[in-house]
C-alpha cells in the first residue's frame, strides 16, 4: 500500500486512469466530468502511448508496473489488468 498516492507511477492495482485540470493542474480520475478542486470542465483523456508489457507478452496503454518484470521462468502470463491500444480500460474507477 502507498502511502503517498503519485496516481501516474502505475503502481496501483488496477492502474488508475487520471486527467489532469487544465485551470488549476488537480489531478482528477478519468472519469469525472469537472474538475473536484475547481468545478472546470476536464478535457478528455488521451490515451498515452502503449508499451509492450514482459509479464503478459501483450502492447497495453495503462501499463500496470508489470510490464518491466520479466518472468522469472520466461513464461507469459495474462494480465487482468492489460488495456490494449484503442480499447477504453474500464480500470477508471481506482482502487
Do not use: F, Y
Not at 478528455?44 to 500496470?64: D, F, L, Y
Amino acid at each position: 500500500m502507498c502511502w503517498i498516492c503519485n496516481p501516474s507511477c502505475g503502481k496501483c492495482k488496477p492502474p488508475i486512469q487520471i486527467v489532469k485540470c487544465l485551470a488549476c493542474r488537480a489531478h482528477n480520475l478519468a472519469n469525472r466530468k469537472t474538475c473536484k478542486k475547481c468545478g472546470t470542465a476536464l478535457p478528455e483523456r488521451v490515451e498515452g502511448p502503449a508499451v509492450m508489457c514482459s509479464h503478459s507478452g501483450m502492447m497495453c496503454t495503462n501499463p500496470c508496473n508489470k510490464h518491466k518484470i520479466i518472468p522469472k521462468d520466461g513464461v507469459v502470463m495474462p494480465c487482468s489488468w492489460n488495456t490494449l491500444p484503442g480499447r477504453k480500460s474500464d480500470n477508471s474507477e481506482g482502487r
